[in-house]
């Protein structure tokens, strides 16, 4: 594991005009997994990926990657709503790694390699901002893939998406993971936590109130809190 992880984030805190959106955050991440982050809307999801990718300037707290300085490539974030260069499906991913220096052969290369692995082999030559939502989220996916990020971040990439189109995201997510990436990923979608993620971070109210092992964070969640709100977003049973 390169020395990213583990990474530490303490007492994070994020008050715009006094407002605490990020109150103290405090979370630890191990060098390995897909950690799935639940929660309230405006618990501050959004905002902790944000920060940890630099679109955010905490007002507060340290983030201690692993002891060294933030890295300059190596976290990548996909959003929910991708936005796509006008340029071909192809163009789109070989760009991502010429900040890497990388040569256009072996960007091209390293595109159409990755392309095929997220199901969007012979459609190279097309335009980007013509692709369906699912298959936009897909080259948003193979564009951060390309760069072998070490930590990706994943801020609700389903939302929008029918549900052969998350079960295609998901199926991706978790090869990116065995390629070696740490994730960590906003999702609403409880039954994808269940499927996807090794542990889950519960948050609310700018804070982290809980973080666990998916399967015990579920069955026996450790505060009111989280069991109410499992109990709100979940229209069945789990059989663990
Ligand atoms: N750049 C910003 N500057 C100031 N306030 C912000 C900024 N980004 C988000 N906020 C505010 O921070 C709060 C938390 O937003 P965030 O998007 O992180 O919530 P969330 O937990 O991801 O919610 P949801 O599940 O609805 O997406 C919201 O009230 C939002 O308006």
């Avoid at 990923?185 to 804070?207: E, K």
Wanted: some cysteine; glycine content about 10%; proline content about 6%.
């Amino acid at each position: 594991m390169s020395a990213m992880f583990p990474l530490r984030i303490r007492d994070l805190r994020f008050q715009p005009n006094g407002r605490a959106v990020l109150d103290g955050v405090d979370l630890e991440l191990a060098g390995d997994g897909i950690t799935l982050v639940l929660g309230p809307n405006g618990a501050g999801k959004s905002v902790l990926l944000r920060t940890l990718c630099g679109l955010i300037e905490p007002s507060g707290g340290t983030i201690d990657w692993g002891g060294t300085v933030p890295p300059k490539f190596g976290v990548t974030m996909v959003f929910q709503h991708p936005m796509m260069l006008r340029a071909s499906v192809l163009e789109n991913v070989a760009l991502a790694l010429k900040p890497h220096g990388i040569g256009r052969g072996e960007r091209h290369r390293r595109a159409a390699a990755v392309l095929a692995r997220v199901g969007l082999g012979g459609r190279e030559a097309d335009s980007a901002r013509y692709l369906s939502g699912g298959e936009k989220q897909r080259l948003a996916l193979a564009r951060a893939w390309v760069t072998a990020p070490r930590l990706l971040l994943l801020d609700e990439p389903t939302a929008s998406l029918d549900p052969s189109a998350t079960a295609e995201v998901e199926r991706i997510v978790r090869e990116i993971r065995t390629d070696g990436t740490r994730i960590l990923m906003v999702t609403h979608n409880l039954g994808q936590a269940t499927r996807l993620g090794d542990d889950v971070v519960f948050m609310s109210a700018g804070r982290v109130r809980e973080h666990a092992p998916v399967r015990r964070f579920f069955a026996k969640p450790a505060s009111q809190e989280a069991r109410l709100f499992i109990q709100g977003e979940l229209p069945w049973r789990m059989n663990f």
